[in-house]
């Protein structure tokens, strides 16, 4: 199938580029980095530093290398590749056809599944800022990542609430389990608004994807694809309501049509 073949080259392809990465230098210049470095701490032992501040980030953006961001998005691209092709696996696609069948999560474990997701991204936070500092992406003098820890972790908190209120109200109103890539049925005249309403999410999740591919935040990268996931199912399972409540309508239709038919011939 393509897609598995897309996937395998997007990993073997990756890994290699992450491989080489990390083989490359991380500065152009090693000695006068170093250099550098020494006249920072005497600027600091001077206690003129901060006058000296702006001309060592010039510098040592002047000497950087394109090691990072090579590094961050082949492995981004690795971790989101990896994670796909486990789902095709995982759910038994082998061919265009099985996309048809592949089901989402029943209620429960749908809202449980997506908790568990989301709160792997406080410990992803600080795999994120730790991987960084041992990389030596911070310069000597920034020792302390607990600032920007700090700001994150209230942050998924807030997101955790919100993600539940969306989940627990969607999913309240779907049918699960569900087919994952459901169409609307025909006929259902908020079929297309519905449609629009889920594509513009999945399409903004797409973006903040990417950014988390570029920016090597390995384990968002992970989450966020779930979420994805939690999109299409959320929509399969309202979908499939729908699909329920039309298919009662139906055989309420006809039982009433049925009675009348009966009654006419009574007559």
């Keep these: 199938m393509l897609v598995k073949k897309v996937l395998v080259y997007l990993i073997v392809i990756s890994a290699a580029v992450l491989v080489y990465s990390l083989g490359m230098p991380t500065y152009t210049n090693d000695t006068y980095k170093q250099a550098l470095d020494d006249r920072g701490m005497k600027a600091m032992t001077n206690h003129t530093f901060k006058d000296f501040e702006p001309y060592y980030y010039k510098k040592l953006d002047d000497l950087r290398t394109n090691r990072p961001q090579l590094m961050d998005i082949s ?11 486990c789902f095709t696996l995982s759910t038994k696609i082998r061919k265009y056809h099985n996309f048809k069948a592949v089901k989402t999560f029943d209620k429960g474990s749908l809202i449980f599944v997506s908790n568990i997701v989301w709160l792997l ?8 800022y730790l991987f ?29 609430v919100l993600l539940n209120v969306f989940v627990i109200f969607f999913a309240s109103k779907g049918k699960f389990k569900a087919h994952l ?13 519905w449609d629009v309403f889920w594509g513009t999410l999945i399409f903004i999740n797409t973006l903040i994807l990417v950014f988390f591919i570029a920016d090597g935040d390995h384990i968002s990268i992970v989450v966020d ?14 979908i ?28």
């Design 75 to 85: 492995f981004g691209l690795l971790i989101a590749s990896v994670t796909i092709y």
């Design 121 to 128: 991204l406080i410990p992803g936070v600080y795999w994120h």
């Design 132 to 160: 960084r500092s041992g990389r030596g992406d911070y310069p000597w003098f920034v020792d302390d990542i607990s600032i920007p820890l700090g700001s994150k972790i209230p942050l998924i908190a807030i997101g955790w």
């Design 181 to 193: 890539f459901s169409v609307q049925p025909p006929g259902y005249s908020k079929g297309l608004l």
């Design 225 to 238: 694809l779930y979420l994805t996931y939690l999109l299409l199912s959320l929509r399969a399972g309202i």
């Design 240 to 267: 499939h309501a729908i699909k329920v409540r039309f298919v009662k309508e139906a055989e309420l239709a006809a039982e009433n049509q049925s009675d009348k038919n009966a009654g006419s011939a009574a007559q």
